[in-house]
């Protein structure tokens, strides 16, 4: 009995020694089980062509998304690294690592790359920005002949110069530049002027271009054939010259939009009134936009383009606009076809305001914003059917204007009520002694015509009010009766008492 005992033992190891053998085997065959049966899921049979368009689709905006996709499963990783579409963002700035930028440019390929490069000024960082800007740009500067748009927004013009020395090769595929400095008042004359060319001069593709604060020594090269010229920022002497200014304009026959914003040049020139004839055409200029430009640059410019087909236009902080309106009105006397304008912290006179709202029949919307120089009888003129002033007029923005009345307000919007909302809520309502009698009266109604304003007036869609004091709570609500949008701020009144906690 006593010598079995050696024998039990190693029988029970040979035991244990096959069930670890089953075990291991029997955990294989779950791992193949789960494979096959994870091959045969929907999203596994779905081509990677197909699956790499779908992600460009779903996530392309939302960068934030595709290590999300990664984390999904190997397959959708494998796909996501080799679709150079989803890396063609290159964003460089405190938040992105240079691991993280080269990991994109190798993944992108030779996709089109889309670069924007953002620091704020923060004296918490603990390295340089001018470093860290440059690293980026040693790396990115061996794709810049694929780079497609290039954004650039720094504190300083030494920080914007570092990184646009860094550009040197051609861009053939740019479409798109933008540069900012954001500390524009600082006067650092030692990068006054621009180190090179930029793109070594060669961006046929340029469509769109927005500078602000950076003077390049305005080479006309890099701004001709431009859809989109944004400019703001310059003071004293950065700014070009009007003559510069029409000249850059001049290499654009096709602008469609052009924008000057916070822009006062040191001294206004011998060229400022210089008659211009004739002046030049801007056949597909569609909106211009005019925010703190010293006075003499926007007379200037009416004086020396004419834009047919204007659509959008807006005059901000531009102290007196009164001959820009007479210029405006002599565009309408041939062609003008503007949709909405925007008129904000300005004076001028009325009566040429006026005159040229008369001229704008196809105006959908008009914002004046703290105009002082409005009297209180200015909508009573637009009330006018003698012939009917803006009859397309669709939204109305009186944000700040006090000096408004209630009851021209009022007369306004009901002169572009339509015929039966007035009419309907004069009309007594009226009771049926059957059903039959009902159902004949509402088949009526139905077979009336639409609704129609006075004359082909349009009716009213949004009136803005906000900050007008002399609107009351009440004058509000009325408001909303008749306007489907009426903004304002929010009245605050004893039997809103929820609505304060």
Known sequence: MLSSIPHLREAIRTIDSRMATLMNERSELENQLERAARSQSPVFRIPSELLSTIFVIGVLEMDILIPTLQLVCRYWSDVAVNTPVLWAKISVSPLDSIDKIRRRLSRSKGCPLDINIHYVQRYDYSYSISEQIIHAMDLIRPALWRTRTFSLSVPSRSQAHAALLRCKEDAPLLESLSIQVHNVMLDDRTYSSSPLPLFNGVTPML????????????????????????????????????????????????LEELALRNICPDGCGDDVHAPLSPSVPFPRLRRLSFYNAVSQIVPFLMSSISFPNLEYLDLCYLQNITSVLQYLHSQSLTRLPLRELRVEACYMNELRFLNLLRRLSSLTTLEMIEVEDVSPHFLQCLSSSQPWV???????????????????????????????????????????????????????????????TNLGLHRLRSVDVTRCSQISGEMVEWLRMYVPEVKCESIKTPGHIWDAL
């Open 207 to 254: 469509k769109l271009c927005s500078l602000s604060g950076f003077n390049f020594e305005w080479d006309v090269r890099p701004l001709s054939r431009l859809r989109v010229l944004k400019l703001g920022g310059y003071y004293n002497e950065y700014f070009p010259s009007f003559s510069t200014l029409l000249t850059i304009m001049k290499q654009c026959p096709d």
């Open 390 to 452: 803006c009859p397309k007029l669709e939204k109305l923005s009186i944000e700040g204007c006090t000096s408004i009345e209630w009851d021209h307000l009022r007369t306004f919007v009901e002169c572009r009520l339509p015929l039966n909302v007035e009419t309907s809520r004069q009309r007594p309502a009226r009771t049926f002694r059957s059903a039959s009698e009902a159902a004949a009266a509402h088949a009526r109604a139905r077979s009336l015509p639409p609704a129609k």
